[in-house]
């Protein structure tokens, strides 16, 4: 048997000190922060998922910030329900509780998707960039390596927590897992029923049980077909929030409406050249270019906020429509009421617009009568 190996201090050293600042980093007190502040801190943005990509912003699009925030360690909250336009960063809402979750708040978490197609979509366009892009995140990972089992395409094995990314097409993938957090997406797609009966949602719901207190629960969507429509259902439960903002004219707090924007009348598509917003208190014209400043919140530097209009129910409920995309962020309000002209006619038009666009579930009239 040879001698055992013999290392120098100047071997040792820098070993020592990784393993230092290993133990450092486990057993240093956590700043509380919130989940936009973690965010504005630590989130990168990928080229792959995002058309500006770079630092992540909360006050690039502050209605976000509330909701995200609700997902912080200190927040009281423990349902979420958001009833977004598309396109508006509901799945960002998601990925930073997500990135939040890893980093700052380790414990079991679940990301429910409607099927195989959204679940592989979801984890190559939000999971994947979120952690090749965002270090804090990366680094949280105990295996950097996809070929080792504690790091597949579906599960992570992070510091602290576990994170499984499933799909509610069958009912075996929704048992057996017990998790902190849960984050549905695209809730409005999922069936109203699996094949054995089960309800795939209240499944879902179930794997938090063993968390009664200390749960947390968002559920993102845009709405669907009024009747049966999983988000629109939840928002009319929770506290339903709007988002308020001021007047540039005369101050008055009111959210944007869609029968508030404006233009002239037997305008078309093609003619319509100019549209506007009425305040809802002076009747003042107020223009698109006022709107950067009508979003910004206190931390933002300004003054808007959500308001519930159903006070003191216990699920936060988060509704916004297209009105509120900020410029250069998604359709001008004179896009929108072209989109809205082209739709006349054509009721699968108006059900998508009034779904992606007005954030608002379709009423459909056939089944209405049906039901008369």
Same mark, same amino acid.
């Given at each position: 048997?040879?001698?055992?190996?013999?290392?120098?201090?100047?071997?040792?050293?820098?070993?020592?000190?990784?393993?230092?600042?290993?133990?450092?980093?486990?057993?240093?007190?956590?700043?509380?922060?919130?989940?936009?502040?973690?965010?504005?801190?630590?989130?990168?943005?990928?080229?792959?998922?995002?058309?500006?990509?770079?630092?992540?912003?909360?006050?690039?699009?502050?209605?976000?910030?509330?909701?995200?925030?609700?997902?912080?360690?200190?927040?009281?909250?423990?349902?979420?329900?958001?009833?977004?336009?598309?396109?508006?960063?509901?799945?960002?809402?998601?990925?930073?509780?997500?990135?939040?979750?890893?980093?700052?708040?380790?414990?079991?978490?679940?990301?429910?998707?409607?099927?195989?197609?959204?679940?592989?979509?979801?984890?190559?366009?939000?999971?994947?960039?979120?952690?090749?892009?965002?270090?804090?995140?990366?680094?949280?990972?105990?295996?950097?390596?996809?070929?080792?089992?504690?790091?597949?395409?579906?599960?992570?094995?992070?510091?602290?927590?576990? @994170?499984?990314? $499933?799909? #509610? !097409?069958?009912? =075996? +993938?929704?048992?057996?897992?017990?998790?902190?957090?849960?984050?549905?997406?695209?809730?409005?797609?999922?069936?109203?029923?699996?094949?054995?009966?089960?309800?795939?949602?209240?499944?879902?719901?179930?794997?938090?049980?063993?968390?009664?207190?200390?749960?947390?629960?968002?559920?993102?969507?845009?709405?669907?077909?009024?009747?049966?429509?999983?988000?629109?259902?939840?928002?009319?439960?929770?506290?339903?929030?709007?988002?308020?903002?001021?007047?540039?004219?005369?101050?008055?707090?009111?959210?944007?409406?869609?029968?508030?924007?404006?233009?002239?009348?037997?305008?078309?598509?093609?003619?319509?050249?100019?549209?506007?917003?009425?305040?809802?208190?002076?009747?003042?014209?107020?223009?698109?270019?006022?709107?950067?400043?009508? @979003?910004?919140? $206190?931390? #933002? !530097?300004?003054? =808007? +906020?959500?308001?519930?209009?159903?006070?003191?129910?216990?699920?936060?409920?988060?509704?916004?429509?297209?009105?509120?995309?900020?410029?250069?962020?998604?359709?001008?309000?004179?896009?929108?009421?072209?989109?809205?002209?082209?739709?006349?006619?054509?009721?699968?038009?108006?059900?998508?617009?009034?779904?992606?666009?007005?954030?608002?579930?379709?009423?459909?009239?056939?089944?209405?009568?049906?039901?008369?």
């Amino acid at each position: 048997m040879g001698a055992p190996e013999q290392f120098t201090l100047n071997e040792l050293i820098p070993q020592a000190n990784v393993l230092c600042d290993v133990i450092a980093r486990a057993i240093e007190p956590r700043k509380a922060i919130t989940v936009s502040e973690w965010a504005d801190a630590k989130r990168s943005l990928s080229s792959k998922s995002s058309p500006k990509p770079g630092r992540w912003r909360t006050n690039n699009n502050p209605p976000l910030r509330e909701p995200m925030d609700c997902m912080s360690v200190r927040s009281p909250v423990q349902d979420i329900v958001l009833m977004f336009p598309i396109q508006f960063g509901k799945s960002e809402v998601e990925t930073n509780a997500l990135g939040y979750i890893m980093d700052q708040a380790p414990g079991p978490v679940m990301v429910g998707l409607p099927g195989e197609v959204s679940m592989n979509k979801w984890i190559n366009q939000k999971l994947n960039p979120l952690i090749e892009e965002t270090a804090a995140v990366r680094e949280s990972l105990t295996s950097n390596n996809s070929r080792n089992a504690a790091n597949q395409k579906e599960f992570k094995d992070f510091a602290g927590g576990q @994170l499984y990314v $499933e799909h #509610a !097409g069958t009912a =075996a +993938r929704l048992k057996q897992t017990t998790v902190r957090y849960l984050l549905v997406d695209e809730l409005t797609e999922f069936a109203n029923a699996l094949r054995t009966g089960d309800d795939p949602l209240k499944m879902l719901e179930g794997r938090t049980s063993a968390f009664p207190d200390r749960y947390k629960r968002l559920y993102v969507s845009t709405p669907g077909v009024k009747g049966a429509c999983r988000i629109s259902e939840m928002w009319e439960r929770s506290d339903q929030r709007l988002y308020h903002v001021d007047c540039p004219h005369c101050g008055h707090s009111q959210p944007l409406e869609w029968d508030g924007l404006i233009w002239p009348q037997h305008s078309t598509a093609e003619t319509l050249d100019r549209v506007w917003y009425v305040c809802r208190d002076c009747g003042t014209m107020i223009e698109e270019h006022h709107k950067t400043q009508m @979003l910004r919140d $206190e931390k #933002a !530097g300004g003054t =808007a +906020r959500w308001v519930p209009m159903r006070p003191g129910r216990r699920m936060r409920g988060y509704h916004i429509n297209c009105l509120y995309y900020q410029i250069g962020m998604g359709p001008r309000w004179l896009d929108l009421a072209r989109m809205w002209l082209e739709a006349q006619g054509d009721p699968a038009a108006l059900k998508t617009f009034t779904n992606d666009r007005k954030a608002q579930p379709w009423e459909d009239r056939s089944l209405k009568t049906v039901r008369a």
